[in-house]
């Protein structure tokens, strides 16, 4: 198994660019989720899954959207990219256990906008 | 609503020495509580979880944490620390119910040779 895979590993774009990041997983896991991390900051919510074809707010959704078409997919855009969207983007996903919520993650995304 | 609090983002032990990294929690009912290690340029892994079972849990790599109720801490620990255990630790906290984690600022563990 690939765990959770995420696509690119790094992208640099010019501000109002616009981008798309794939994540994927392969455990068949129900809840998936985006994140961001700053220096200091630790991991911030951007959006999650709770399933397919479900998507929700998290901490900072702004300047963020997502889709969860498929069950092991979940994309996050940026419609019109912004030097404060320079951050590492994480993915993860977890299986339906109500509150242990163990979360598995992939290896990350390091997106620079100039 | 819940929160994690690490205290010391930057924590330094000689090789060999015992690590203790601090994590305090705040949740309104009762929590689940996880420890992630975050390598260089790598995602975060699970070190260790807290479901409500035994209070002091085990994790991999010799790592431990004990969850105590009247401090509100979750504190990791190690006896003896390998220059492998430099990394970025994060402190998270869930509940029954909730679906999203909510993480620390991290502590960044470094080791003296």
């Known amino acids: 198994n690939a765990g959770v895979t995420q696509t690119p590993k790094f992208r640099v774009l010019k501000t109002g660019q616009s981008m798309t990041l794939l994540c994927a997983q392969d455990m068949n896991h129900e809840y998936m989720y985006w994140y961001r991390q700053d220096p200091g900051m630790g991991l911030r919510l951007i959006h999650y899954?709770?399933?397919?074809?479900?998507?929700a707010k998290g901490e900072v959704p702004d300047g963020y959207n997502v889709s969860r078409l498929k069950k092991q997919n979940f994309l996050l855009g940026l419609e019109s990219a912004a030097p404060s969207q320079t951050s590492v983007y994480f993915c993860?996903?977890?299986?339906?256990?109500?509150?242990?919520?163990?979360?598995?993650f992939g290896p990350g995304t390091r997106l620079t906008v100039l | 609503a819940q929160s994690v609090t690490q205290l010391g983002s930057h924590v330094s032990v000689s090789e060999g020495a015992l690590v203790l990294l601090r994590c305090n929690y705040s949740s309104s009912v009762p929590p689940y509580l996880f420890w992630y290690v975050q390598y260089p340029n790598q995602g975060l892994q699970l070190l260790l979880k807290?479901?409500?079972?035994?209070?002091l849990v085990k994790g991999i790599n010799g790592f431990e944490a004990e969850f105590k109720k009247s401090e509100t801490s979750f504190h990791l620990t190690k006896p003896s620390a390998h220059m492998s255990d430099a990394a970025e630790y994060f402190c998270a906290v869930s509940n029954f119910g909730n679906e999203k984690l909510t993480f620390g600022t991290g502590t960044r563990l470094t080791i003296i040779p």
């Open positions: 807290y479901t409500s079972a035994a209070t």
């Open positions: 993860a996903s977890s299986y339906v256990v109500v509150g242990e919520n163990e979360q598995f």
């Open positions: 899954s709770v399933g397919e074809g479900t998507t």
